[in-house]
């Protein structure tokens, strides 16, 4: 989703392109909630009630500080930042999701 969020900055001129991308970006990030809920169903099989409230209340935060962050940086430096800030937090997400599994598999064997 990363590579994407930038490509669309760069190939933000041509219809074309941007249709294609987002294409990619409604295949890629659609398929995220399901990896959360088998998450979820995973870590909390006796809880799985518990935790999706809980997965429901950090989603909207996630969307509340989203729209927020971006909306000021949209106002400060127009959409490109916007876009290259996603971009960033991608990244880190990946890297702490990578450094959790990592660690989890440490924690198994």
């Known amino acids: ?36 809920w088998t998450w979820l169903a995973r870590t909390l099989p006796d809880d799985a009630e518990a935790g999706g409230g809980l997965m429901v209340a950090v989603v909207q935060l996630a969307i509340m500080l989203g729209a927020t962050a971006g909306g000021v940086v949209f106002d400060a430096s127009g959409y490109r930042a916007t876009f290259y800030l996603s971009v960033a937090i991608m990244l880190l997400a990946a890297l702490f999701t990578a450094l959790a599994a990592r660690a989890a598999h440490a924690a198994r064997t």
Do not use: Y
């Open 1 to 36: 989703m990363a590579v994407t969020g930038a490509a669309l900055v760069v190939f933000g001129h041509s219809l074309p392109m941007v249709s294609a991308l987002l294409l990619v970006w409604e295949l890629v990030g659609t398929s995220a909630p399901v990896g959360w």
